[in-house]
């Protein structure tokens, strides 16, 4: 149908195809993006037409292909009717604590197997599982368990994982908490083994009807937000949008003859939703591993035969800073999908690790769209064409963006005003009129509110607001410029912690830099800093920091060059990947707090000298910067 839209529209003007596309050459790249459009909507218009739930999906794959491997994980096989049994058995021990449909319960389970099958069993009762991100730990873990509403607490196997629980005994509002890997009298008092009751479980199914009630608007679980920017947020992952995720890697045509290799965090949606609910989907194999290991990654791809793997963040760049092998050219791997390559490695990455497919996507786990780039285009997320957006079910477009007030500009009718090609604007999509008053956080009114730009361009409407900076190219190209929050003032003006970020790290002996914006006392606004992880562990030498210096003055403006700088021997990321900023900007530039090696511009000697006690007392009293 919608390439059909695209011809329809070329003979509407009168002109040939061949004339359409010379006279604009961006359409061959809409084309593309259509014609994958169409087979993805093909088949999830199937999926709805059944029925079907993912929870469905998944018992009739293993109806279908009960000896197919599901999970391999550190070298056991786990098929569709094993998983299916524990999956049972998880389902029999739960049905006794008194739940009903719609009642959560949290799970903090390491990226393993039990994961997998606690999951599943929830599932078949249409219990939501609250995933719990595992790094967590005291206030923020038992508030993204409380917050969930969850009537019980299950938690994996692991001393790690217990003692971060213990740590907080007490902050669970009473709730029962289930251990895995252990006996009960192996725990102190006041915990339960999960492992007791599963030994003394059926692994016979429930009956499907258990979940009769269940529809797509139920919670099927909850995915919290990063926690790139403070307390994790719980997202609500309706029914609909769990088929919806499960569908992500149609546009990389998986099927059921298909190997992942999956190294991202189950809990978080990109590995979750898109990983492990694609391959339930699909009724493919999932090679699952513990963490991500960048010397065992083409290694792990070649002895399982690997067909497509998922990225997030830097993964590629720890894969390049490796020596080359001969697995990372040898494999089998067919196509790559996710989010958070940059360009200035992009077309290196395809070259050495000969992939011949390379889909990046933008989306939020709370939002309502989804970006891609079909074209092999480095370092884009998508298009934003005027026939794309004319063809998508729900408008998307970028606005301009008042830095100051944190909200998109306004027109003198008091409606946002779209960028044009050449410029950065806010992403938005129109949110439809079925979903209007659908919260995405279990969160208060003004949390879920703060999301919506209403009366965008007519009156009623409401749009929601991804947050994030684009930059739309003369081909409408779409390219991530800056998440909101990741944009600070310096002297008046607005600088992008993503653009510096990725100057610094063009330098040969930088790894990463995370780059944001610090308070300096008696000073408006907030200077840069940069925390740098350097290749080999390398100390930042005196010539180094005349380099940095040289290469900022070079490339960047003088209110975006970074004021301080930070040696770090690792990166603060989250577990996904992402930069996490909220701690390195809490610690500033206080030698008081911080351990690891600190910086400042020095406009004197034209480079960064070491912050010692004399130079902190200085900065902390001039009166100019």
């Given at each position: 149908m919608l390439d059909k839209v695209a011809y329809g529209v070329a003979g509407a003007a009168g002109v040939s195809v061949v004339a359409w596309k010379?006279?604009?050459?961006?359409?061959?790249?809409?084309?593309?993006?259509?014609?994958?459009?169409?087979?993805?909507?093909?088949?999830?218009?199937?999926?709805a037409e059944s029925g079907e739930f993912l929870i469905d999906r998944f018992e009739k794959h293993v109806y279908n292909q009960p000896r197919k491997p599901f999970i391999i994980f550190e070298g056991s096989v786990f098929t569709y009717e094993y998983v299916n049994q524990q999956a049972n058995r998880v389902a029999n021990v739960v049905k006794t604590w008194g739940l009903s449909v719609g009642d959560t319960v949290a799970i903090m389970i390491y990226n393993e197997p039990a994961f997998v099958w606690t999951f599943l069993g929830l599932q078949k009762l249409g219990i939501a599982a609250a995933l719990i991100n595992f790094n967590l730990r005291q206030k923020q873990l038992s508030h993204s368990v409380n917050v969930s509403g969850a009537k019980a607490f299950i938690v994996g196997q692991g001393a790690e994982l217990f003692e971060a629980v213990h740590v907080e005994e007490g902050e669970f509002s009473g709730m029962p908490i289930y251990i895995q890997g252990c006996t009960a009298n192996q725990l102190p008092a006041g915990y339960n083994s999960f492992d007791d009751l599963m030994v003394v479980s059926s692994p016979v199914g429930v009956d499907p009807s258990v979940r009769a009630t269940v529809t797509l608007m139920t919670t099927a679980c909850y995915i919290y937000t990063s926690g790139t920017t403070g307390l994790p947020k719980p997202v609500f992952i309706r029914q609909m949008k769990l088929t919806s995720l499960s569908g992500g890697f149609l546009l990389v045509d998986f099927n059921k003859d298909d190997v992942l290799y999956m190294t991202l965090p189950l809990y978080h949606s990109a590995g979750g939703g898109l990983g492990h609910y694609g391959c339930i989907r699909a009724g493919a194999t999932m090679v699952l591993r513990g963490k991500f290991s960048a010397s065992h990654f083409w290694e792990d791809c070649c002895r399982y035969r690997v067909t497509v793997i998922q990225y997030i963040g830097e993964l590629f760049r720890y894969l390049l800073s490796r020596p080359e092998s001969p697995e990372e050219k040898s494999h089998q791997v067919r196509a790559a999908f996710g989010n958070g390559l940059r360009r200035d490695i992009w077309e290196q990455v395809q070259a050495r690790f000969r992939i011949p497919q390379i889909t990046e996507f933008f989306g939020a786990t709370e939002g309502n769209t989804m970006l891609f780039n079909v074209s092999n285009k480095p370092g884009a997320i998508g298009r934003l064409s005027p026939l794309l957006r004319k063809l998508t079910p729900n408008y998307q477009t970028l606005v301009k963006y008042d830095f100051a007030t944190a909200e998109p500009v306004r027109d003198s009718n008091g409606h946002c005003i779209e960028i044009k090609p050449g410029e950065k604007g806010l992403f938005i999509s129109a949110i439809a009129p079925e979903m209007e008053g659908v919260e995405f956080y279990k969160a208060s009114k003004a949390a879920n509110e703060k999301k919506l730009v209403r009366n965008a361009f007519k009156k009623g409407d409401s749009y929601f607001n991804f947050g994030d900076l684009f930059y739309l190219d003369r081909e409408y190209f779409v390219y991530f410029v800056d998440r909101i929050g990741d944009t600070f003032r310096w002297k008046g003006e607005n600088v992008s912690t993503t653009e510096v970020a990725n100057i610094l790290s063009s330098l040969d002996f930088v790894h990463d830099a995370n780059v944001y914006g610090v308070t300096v006392p008696g000073h408006d606004g907030r200077a840069g800093m940069a925390a740098l992880t350097l290749y080999d562990d390398r100390p930042l030498t005196p010539e180094l920091l005349r380099t940095i210096w040289k290469h900022s003055e070079e490339h960047l403006a003088t209110y975006a060059r970074p004021m301080?700088?930070?040696?770090?021997?690792?990166?603060?990321?989250?577990?996904?990947?992402?930069?996490?900023?909220?701690?390195?900007?809490?610690?500033?530039?206080?030698?008081?707090?911080?351990?690891?090696?600190?910086?400042?511009?020095?406009?004197?000697?034209?480079?960064?000298?070491?912050?010692?006690?004399?130079?902190?007392?200085?900065?902390?009293?001039?009166?100019?910067?």
């Open positions: 010379t006279m604009f050459p961006w359409i061959n790249h809409d084309l593309k993006v259509m014609k994958v459009g169409k087979n993805v909507k093909s088949q999830m218009e199937k999926d301080f700088l930070r040696l770090q021997k690792e990166a603060t990321l989250t577990a996904t990947f992402k930069q996490r900023k909220v701690e390195l900007v809490e610690e500033g530039f206080d030698i008081n707090k911080i351990l690891d090696p600190l910086y400042y511009a020095d406009q004197v000697t034209k480079s960064y000298i070491p912050i010692k006690q004399d130079t902190y007392s200085r900065i902390l009293t001039t009166s100019k910067l």
